[in-house]
């Protein structure tokens, strides 16, 4: 049960392309929005749509293929731990935000670009 306690499995498209971010000597960081369609009945019986928003976050060499690969639109798979950041904004109120760090991401999206290199 230790390996499922903080895991998150998603699928959905980028709303952006990749903000990419250089730390310390060459180390990445990848910043990702991803947008999860989900639909489902009402209680009138009508369909609805419903679009969730995630961050995500990338290091090292996953941020360098989320760089070289992905772009808006792509279709992934992702896998990752979820982690809440305090925080006080511009206007001093205290504020949460809640991140997705990603150890795993499948590219699902059927263009050539985005074939792996291996």
Same mark, same amino acid.
């Given at each position: 049960?230790?390996?499922? !306690? &903080?895991?998150?499995?998603?699928?959905?498209?980028?709303?952006?392309?990749?903000?990419?971010?250089?730390?310390?000597?060459?180390? !990445?960081?990848? &910043?990702?929005?991803?947008?999860? &369609?989900?639909? /489902?009945?009402?209680?009138?019986? =009508?369909?609805?749509?419903?679009?969730?928003?995630?961050?995500?976050?990338?290091?090292?060499?996953?941020?360098?293929?989320? =760089?070289? /690969?992905?772009? !808006? +639109?792509? $279709?992934?798979?992702?896998? +990752?731990?979820?982690? &809440?950041?305090?925080?006080?904004?511009?206007?001093?109120? !205290?504020?949460?935000?809640?991140?997705?760090?990603?150890?795993?991401?499948?590219?699902?999206?059927?263009?050539? $670009?985005?074939?792996?290199?291996?």
């Amino acid at each position: 049960m230790k390996a499922i !306690k &903080n895991k998150v499995q998603l699928v959905g498209r980028l709303g952006a392309d990749p903000e990419i971010k250089l730390y310390g000597e060459g180390k !990445k960081l990848a &910043n990702i929005r991803l947008a999860v &369609n989900d639909r /489902y009945k009402n209680v009138k019986g =009508e369909w609805m749509d419903e679009t969730q928003w995630f961050s995500l976050v990338a290091w090292a060499k996953l941020a360098v293929y989320v =760089e070289k /690969y992905l772009l !808006k +639109g792509t $279709e992934v798979a992702i896998e +990752g731990r979820l982690v &809440n950041k305090a925080f006080t904004d511009k206007a001093g109120v !205290k504020r949460v935000s809640t991140e997705i760090i990603l150890s795993e991401i499948l590219f699902l999206s059927k263009q050539k $670009e985005l074939l792996v290199e291996q």
